[in-house]
């Protein structure tokens, strides 16, 4: 790769995405790193060190970053310790993907062993957290898809299924969608303080106990 100023570069970047980010957005996309390499006759950005990628209230944090570019128009490979944050989320991972579409940030995919989801604006009695293999975020419409071996906590109740999508915004979850799941559904809801839930196997009252 044909190495360059990493901070001219990188301002050619937002200068070129900024123009088109005007239409959708007042947010300028902002990306830095350590250290950068760039191939520009093939359009390919590899960067390493604290990378970052923000927009507004949207960020990407990474040891490393490959994407194509500089333009409005790409997509880009994050790896060790993935970071994304919104306003509304945060996830963490090994691996994530991330597709900037005319300047503006709009799907997110993370992949981990597992993968970690939060709402971050979620209240305290209602913490709202994920796990699975991996979680596609469509950021522009605020729904989460957890797929592959899926835990997901709601207030402290758990469900448990092969694919899970949860709407941030409208705090809806779907387990196993129709036709996208063979598997079963499973719940586990916590009893308040104070309540008392007797186990599965204690005497039963009336004509089961000889009455």
């Known amino acids: 790769m044909m190495r360059a100023s990493l901070r001219a570069v990188l301002l050619s970047v937002i200068a070129v995405v900024s123009v088109h980010a005007a239409d959708i957005s007042d947010q300028d996309l ?6 950068g390499e760039f191939d520009l006759r093939k359009s390919e950005t590899l960067l390493r060190g604290n990378v970052r990628v923000r927009q507004g209230t949207m960020s990407i944090s990474s040891e490393e970053a490959v994407g194509s570019g500089p333009n409005e128009n790409s997509r ?14 945060e996830m963490r991972s090994n691996t994530a993907t991330a597709a900037i579409v005319n300047g503006e940030v709009r799907q997110a995919t993370v ?10 604006s979620a209240a305290v009695d209602k913490l709202v957290q994920g796990r699975a293999g991996q979680i596609d975020y469509d950021v522009a419409k ?3 898809r957890m797929t592959n071996d899926v ?14 999508v949860y709407n941030v915004r409208d705090e809806k979850v779907v387990v196993n969608p129709a036709g996208q799941s063979n598997g079963r559904v499973n719940i586990r809801i916590r009893p308040r303080d104070g309540v ?6 204690a005497p039963r009252s009336g004509s089961e106990n000889g009455a």
């Open 30 to 35: 902002q990306v830095d790193a350590d250290d």
């Open 76 to 89: 880009w490979t994050f790896s060790r310790s993935v970071r994304v944050k919104t306003n509304e989320a």
């Open 111 to 120: 992949k981990g062993s597992p993968a970690v989801f939060e709402q971050r």
């Open 142 to 144: 605020g729904i989460v």
């Open 151 to 164: 835990w997901f906590s709601y207030g402290g109740n758990e469900f448990r299924g092969d694919v899970v």
């Open 196 to 201: 008392k839930i007797e186990p599965a196997d």
